[in-house]
């Protein structure tokens, strides 16, 4: 029975242990914090509980599958619903939009409130759609490494509507050449957040992103977001895999071109036939292969943002906000032109997540939690104190515009996770929430690969590796490994 050594149990690492070990692997899965789920963790601050990380659920099915592939009805261990408003949306000139399950109603209010054409919403998602069922399932459902990806009818075929793709086109022109509104540009253009990017010179590519969330929905996990670890933890544990938690792994043992083993708490060393590293890609080369030489590309490699998270308790309810809800900066390319510079907006948008309105069980009766956060940039030495009063200050003012209550006097628990905390608690370069971003039309191609080039025992899945970013792609990259395992041995 071949050994495998994961290192990290992000909800990639927690993904291709579950699927190896239900196909008859030998899986020990090493993490140097005392649970799983890297940023898709929890914190629990007081009475209230709250999703530390990701907070949008997409694709449910690509969870499903594992519990499939293990031979087990997801249904019993894993249930989720469909939200009835995707999210809501305000910008501070009074207007707002619900993003409804029902795109038919979206489109009316859209056209109503913006003045957008009528079919306007129809016509830019039936593209998005396009999009990712001739690009999409390949780009991030295959290894970009492997000659049968490309040598395949698929792909001759999404390379024929190559110029349909936007593909040199940032995503703002993309939206801006579609929709006459600037609300609607910039609802739009927030799509290239999803994986730490820059609509302004993101890929138009991206506008596939809203079919997966409009067109086949945004999902509530029973339970929380947490659910998605946990069950797949389990799953893991139904499968033999064995974890050892408080385990920090220092180096990836080789002998020539053949992974070893792994070297752990100083000087234990496991045995591995195989390796997968769920750690950030900087990281893995950093830290764990002393003497092997990153790939040349990855230096090309330009950071994702991160951000700055409030956690708290609120001590009432609030009508007016729904599960996900953003409030937009009123100028949005200044936005992310103090990201690049290294520095928080003074106007940033806002994102409030607020999971007791569809599981009570987080907030106290008659009282919510909030996640709250805002994008910025990575860690390079801010102030991040000051910076929280800062944010602190603004956030609670912009609410008290839309809600017309104190905020400040509601908050009766507060925790923060601000880059560098990230950075030390999840091993993620500099504080990156992605990995790298999607900044350029080759970000696809300059990620790593899910498997090293010359050591071919050695492979990667996460955020930091392809296909990037996000639950769905780190579920996808884990996908992407299993296949290539069963495909060399």
């Known amino acids: 029975m071949k050994k495998v050594a994961v290192i990290g149990s992000g909800v990639a690492g927690v993904a291709i242990a579950a699927r190896l070990a239900a196909r008859g692997y030998n899986v020990t899965v090493f993490e140097k914090n005392l649970w799983p789920g890297g940023k898709l963790s929890e914190v629990k601050v007081g009475d209230f509980r709250f999703d530390a990380g990701p907070s949008l659920f997409t694709m449910p099915q690509w969870v499903d599958e594992i519990f499939t592939v293990a031979g087990e009805n997801p249904r019993e261990h894993f249930n989720y619903h469909r939200l009835p408003v995707v999210c809501k949306y305000f910008w501070q000139n009074g207007k707002t939009l619900d993003i409804r399950q029902d795109m038919g109603a979206t489109a009316a209010e859209m056209s109503a409130t913006f003045g957008e054409s009528p079919d306007a919403l129809t016509k830019y998602l039936s593209k998005s759609s396009k999009k990712y069922r001739l690009a999409g399932e390949i780009f991030l459902q295959q290894p970009l490494n492997r000659f049968k990806t490309w040598l395949n009818w698929k792909t001759v075929r999404a390379l024929k509507y190559l110029p349909h793709y936007d593909l040199f086109k940032s995503l703002h ?43 086949e929905g945004a999902w509530a996990p029973e339970g929380g977001m947490i659910e998605i670890v946990k069950s797949l933890y389990h799953l893991g544990l139904r499968c033999a895999v064995s974890y050892r938690f408080g385990s920090e792994v220092s180096e990836i043992k080789l002998e020539g071109k053949k992974v070893k083993g792994v070297i752990y708490n100083g000087n234990k060393f496991q045995e591995a036939d195989l390796v997968v590293s769920n750690m950030d890609i900087n990281l893995t080369y950093d830290k764990l292969l002393p003497g092997l030489k990153p790939p040349a590309k990855l230096k090309y490699e330009e950071r994702s943002s991160s951000g700055f998270i409030f956690y708290w308790g609120m001590n009432r309810t609030f009508p007016d906000l729904d599960v996900h809800n953003i409030l937009f900066s009123s100028d949005y390319r200044s936005e992310f032109e103090s990201i690049r510079k290294g520095e928080f907006s003074n106007d940033p948008t806002i994102y409030i997540n607020i999971s007791s309105k569809y599981h009570p069980p987080d907030a106290p009766n008659g009282m919510e939690n909030w996640f709250v956060m805002i994008n910025g940039p990575n860690d390079s030495g801010q102030d991040w104190e000051k910076i929280k009063k800062q944010l602190k200050k603004i956030i609670c003012k912009r609410v008290e515009k839309i809600t017309g209550v104190n905020i400040e006097a509601c908050i009766v628990e507060e925790e ?60 996808s990259s884990a996908r992407i490994v299993d296949q290539m395992i069963n495909d060399e041995l």
């Open 416 to 475: 923060v996770l601000d880059p560098l905390k990230l950075a030390k608690r999840t091993l993620s370069a500099d504080g990156a929430l992605y990995g790298s971003s999607s900044n350029s039309m080759w970000s696809a191609f300059l990620r790593q690969a899910n498997q090293h080039s010359s050591i071919k025992n050695l492979y990667f899945c996460g955020g930091s590796v392809h296909p990037g970013g996000g639950i769905p792609l780190c579920l």
């Open 173 to 215: 022109s993309c939206n801006d050449s579609h929709f006459r509104s600037p609300e609607l540009i910039q609802l739009f253009d927030r799509y290239a957040t999803y994986n730490g990017s820059d609509p302004y010179r993101a890929s138009g590519m991206f506008s596939m992103i809203p079919h997966i969330e409009m067109n």
